[in-house]
């Protein structure tokens, strides 16, 4: 038999998990981890997350028009429980937690070395139906570690532990 859930459950939950990296106009880095992510469009190839406005790394990607969305494998749990719960608001999360990363090719903003996976995005639009403003990037570029791709440039996600 089944009941009603509670209406403010959260009610999707995406997998896997995904950490967002962001860069201000001071050049400092932040991430933060983000369960609001989802497929927008095929052609031209176009995702979305979602950032509360209460978060630091909001008007970061606001400003910056631009974010990369990270794939973290499970040996990464440390950093992405850090950077879920802590603030760049607060401090330089990438200093205290010893985050290794790259600048992105096409956008201004970090790639955290350590993730398998790394999606390059700019802001083409953005709308604010609740909590979350809902941005939709435009997928630039998509980095991957070469031992997850095949010989014709796709991805293995099955070979990868993501969280
Ligand atoms: C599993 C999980 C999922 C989260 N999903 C989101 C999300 O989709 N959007 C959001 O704004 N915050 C989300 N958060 C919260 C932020 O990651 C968290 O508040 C972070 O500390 C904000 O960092 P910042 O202030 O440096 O931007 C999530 C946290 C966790 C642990």
Same mark, same amino acid.
């Given at each position: 038999?089944?009941k =009603?859930?509670?209406?403010?459950v959260l009610?999707?939950?995406?997998l896997?998990?995904?950490?967002? @990296?962001c860069? *201000?106009?001071d050049?400092k880095?932040?991430?933060l981890?983000?369960?609001? %992510?989802?497929n927008?469009s ?7 997350v979602?950032?509360t406005p209460?978060? &630091? @790394?909001h ?5 910056s028009?631009c974010?990369?969305?990270n794939?973290p494998?499970?040996?990464?749990k440390?950093?992405?429980? &850090? #950077?879920?719960?802590? @603030?760049?608001? *607060?401090? *330089? ?5 010893d985050i ?6 096409y956008v +201004?903003?970090?790639? #955290? ?8 995005? @700019?802001?083409?639009d953005?709308?604010m139906p ?5 941005? $939709?990037?435009? %997928?630039e570029? $998509?980095?991957? *570690?070469e031992e &997850? =791709? +095949?010989a ?7 070979k990868?532990?993501l969280?």
């Amino acid at each position: 038999m089944k009941k =009603l859930a509670s209406n403010t459950v959260l009610c999707v939950q995406p997998l896997p998990q995904t950490i967002v @990296s962001c860069r *201000d106009k001071d050049g400092k880095n932040n991430a933060l981890v983000v369960g609001f %992510v989802a497929n927008v469009s095929l052609d031209p190839v176009m995702v979305m997350v979602g950032i509360t406005p209460t978060r &630091y @790394s909001h008007h970061i990607v606001k400003e910056s028009g631009c974010f990369v969305i990270n794939f973290p494998k499970k040996s990464y749990k440390k950093e992405y429980g &850090y #950077l879920g719960s802590a @603030s760049g608001r *607060d401090e *330089d999360k990438f200093a205290k937690a010893d985050i290794k990363w790259e600048d992105a090719t096409y956008v +201004d903003a970090p790639i #955290l070395t350590d993730c398998p996976v790394s999606i390059e995005c @700019s802001v083409v639009d953005s709308t604010m139906p609740g909590t979350h403003e809902l941005f $939709i990037g435009k %997928v630039e570029a $998509i980095h991957v *570690d070469e031992e &997850y =791709l +095949d010989a014709n440039g796709n991805i293995l996600w099955d070979k990868m532990d993501l969280m």
